[in-house]
Every structure is written in structure tokens, then in C-alpha cells.
């Protein structure tokens, strides 16, 4: 699948970025893509499943993994179509309004994920340095509030530069760099004035992702700090365990953006599959990974998708 000229493409639609140099294996290469998202999709599922039949996980760290499984779904769902759509040669075509509403979607749930990342950190910090108090803490209203003030900051904060995006002037060759839509990707493209959005989508980066790490940090900062007090070394091994899995899951969602943003910054000159992989790594591999590192790292949720499986292959075999 080439890539066609500017000229036969028309003013409100764009082309997607599949693989360059890579068409004639598009066919091999969606297998692989297939999977993966069949992975995110299912695994999120069952990661929520098991969440909503199991009563011995109806407790804040668990709701605070479903919120997290909800946008990892999400996530996956807001690109399945343009992804697949590429490598199964249905289209690389994607009209403005859905570009501008792929962007909204990928950028808040991206804004989301850390927002619940950061709640489950501060679920650890208490759970650990202040467990009598726990449940006290983080009663059943105080966990909605937190996740509607999650999703009212991911998306009420992006409107106004997503909605700007509508009214610029396209001027330049309408190519996208990758199999889904980015705000930095439509700026990249418009002969308006985009100073607004560029300062203003910085400034929310700051406020959001990069102040959302810090904080995380700092509350696994406090938390050694407690357990380095704990005198049994079998109790501070303990509490550490249940860290472990959010440890993981902050890293694989931190890890692909950081990469993502060198190879935008310093990989000009690198080949623009690396800037394509890349993407798709930004945007598959935290909704893949999760599912697995929960599903493998917690007790909980491995005893029971284990139990699960073994009562389908008895009813199977019966």
C-alpha cells in the first residue's frame, strides 16, 4: 500500500502512517497486531470480570485496578479501528472530525491512566503507612469522587486545544506520522497560529504527566521510608510484595513516553518505522502488559482466574 499524493487527498481528510517500506508485509504483520489488541481487549475484560464476581476484591486497591483496566480498554478500542484498518487494507484515509475526536480520546485516556496510576500509588501510601486507618480513608465516596475528578481533569483540561484543532488551516501535505491521530502530529501540519496549543498542551504535560510522576515518586519515597521502620525483614519483604505490581505497571506506562519523546526530539534522522513502532508501543503496551502483571503479580486475581480456568476445563471434560 503506497503512499498517494497530497493532491488526491482532500482538504479535511488525512493519511495514516502504517508501516513505511513494510505494504507487501502488511497481511504478516496485522496477525501479530491482531493479537495484541484480542490481548488487550480480552485480558482488560477478565481483569474486570473477576473484579466485578469475586466479593474478597470489592476493596479500594481493586476498583482503583478497575479504573485502570477501563482505560486500558478504552485505549485500546480508540485505536483498534485505524490500526487494523492499515495493516488489513481497508483504509489509511481518516477525515478531520474523527482524527480530531481519535486525538481527544488517546490524549485524555493517556492524561486518565496517569491519574489512576497516581490514586493507586496514594492506595499503597496508605495502605502501608497508615493501615489502621485504611478503609477510614478510602470509603466507597471517597473513591468515586477521586475517579470523577480523574476523568473531569483528563478531559475537561484538553477540550479547548483539542477543539482549536477544528478550526486550523491545513496547508501542508496531509501525512500523518503514525497509524493513529496525535494533537503534536495535527500541529505539525497547520499553517495557523498554534502557539496557544503548543504552550498550553506543555503546560498540561507539566501539570498532569509530569507532576502525576513526581508525586508518585515521592509517596514511594514515604512508603520505604515506613517500611525501613518495620523491624521483622519477613514484614518489610511483605509489604513491599504488594507494591510490586503498580511498581510494574508505572513503568510500563512511563518507560514508552519517555521513549516516544526522545525519538520525536532527538531521532530525526532515524528511519520512520522506529517513529511508527514507537507509537504503537506508546499506545499498545501499557493495555497489554497490565492485564498480565495483575493477573501474574496478584494473589487475588491469580487464584481466582486459576480456580476459573480449572472449573471450565473440568466442566470440559465432563
Not at 493501615?131 to 478510602?138: E, K, N, V
Request: proline share 4%; glycine share 6%; with cysteine.
Amino acid at each position: 500500500m503506497s503512499v498517494r499524493p497530497d493532491s488526491k487527498i482532500s482538504n479535511s481528510t488525512f493519511l495514516l502512517t502504517g508501516f513505511p517500506g513494510l505494504e507487501r508485509e502488511y497481511p504478516w504483520l496485522s496477525i501479530p497486531f491482531s493479537c495484541i489488541y484480542a490481548m488487550v481487549l480480552s485480558g482488560n475484560c477478565l481483569v474486570l470480570h473477576v473484579i466485578r464476581t469475586e466479593p474478597s476484591l470489592h476493596e479500594p486497591m481493586f476498583y482503583f485496578l478497575a479504573m485502570l483496566a477501563v482505560t486500558d480498554l478504552c485505549m485500546g478500542l480508540s485505536t483498534v479501528h485505524t490500526v487494523l484498518g492499515i495493516l488489513w487494507g481497508l483504509s489509511q484515509d481518516i477525515g478531520l472530525d474523527t482524527c480530531i475526536a481519535q486525538t481527544f480520546f488517546v490524549h485524555g485516556l493517556s492524561c486518565m491512566e496517569s491519574g489512576v496510576l497516581l490514586a493507586m500509588a496514594f492506595d499503597r501510601f496508605t495502605a502501608i503507612c497508615n493501615p489502621l486507618r485504611y478503609t477510614s480513608i478510602l470509603t466507597n465516596t471517597r473513591i468515586i469522587n477521586i475517579g470523577v475528578a480523574i476523568l473531569g481533569r483528563s478531559f475537561l483540561f484538553i477540550t479547548a486545544p483539542i477543539v482549536r484543532l477544528k478550526f486550523f488551516n491545513y496547508c501542508r501535505p496531509h501525512i500523518l506520522s503514525h497509524s493513529f491521530c496525535l494533537h503534536q502530529d495535527l500541529l505539525r501540519l497547520a499553517c495557523s497560529d498554534i502557539r496557544f496549543n503548543s504552550f498550553y498542551a506543555l503546560a498540561l504535560v507539566i501539570c498532569t504527566l509530569f507532576l502525576d510522576s513526581v508525586l508518585i515518586l515521592v509517596s514511594y519515597i514515604m512508603i520505604l521510608h515506613s517500611v525501613l521502620a518495620i523491624a521483622s525483614q519477613e514484614e518489610r519483604l511483605k509489604s513491599l510484595q504488594t507494591c510490586v505490581s503498580h511498581i510494574c505497571a508505572v513503568l510500563v506506562f512511563y518507560i514508552p513516553i519517555i521513549g516516544l519523546t526522545m525519538v520525536h526530539r532527538f531521532g530525526k534522522h532515524l528511519s520512520p518505522v522506529v517513529h511508527v513502532l514507537m507509537g504503537n508501543i506508546y499506545i499498545l503496551f501499557p493495555p497489554l502488559m497490565n492485564p498480565i502483571i495483575y493477573s501474574v503479580k496478584t494473589q487475588q486475581i491469580h487464584g481466582r482466574i486459576q480456580r476459573w480456568f480449572t472449573k471450565t476445563s473440568l466442566s470440559t471434560r465432563g
